[in-house]
């Protein structure tokens, strides 16, 4: 596999890493604002969304660390 390819799978895995961080941290947001506001809490699927926050974080991670590994390993001659 070549570097540039590499390089493209990883930018595409923190682009989407990033998306769904902020899916999941838009979910964070919405289910704290009843709590503060004395609002009626949200479904607990609204909870189970805003897990997706560290693990979008957990992605784009990933896909920065696998990048920069790419870019350091030697090439072939």
Sequence with gaps: MSSSTTTD??????????????I?????????V????????L?????WISMLMPLGLAAALAGM?????AKKAPRDS
């Design 9 to 22: 799978r990883s930018g595409a895995l923190v682009k989407a890493g990033a998306i769904v961080f902020l």
């Design 43 to 47: 479904p607990t699927a609204a909870y």
């Design 65 to 69: 660390f696998r990048e920069a590994r």
């Design 34 to 41: 009843p709590l503060f506001l004395d609002l009626t809490p």
């Design 24 to 32: 999941g941290a838009a979910a964070t947001l919405a289910t704290f």
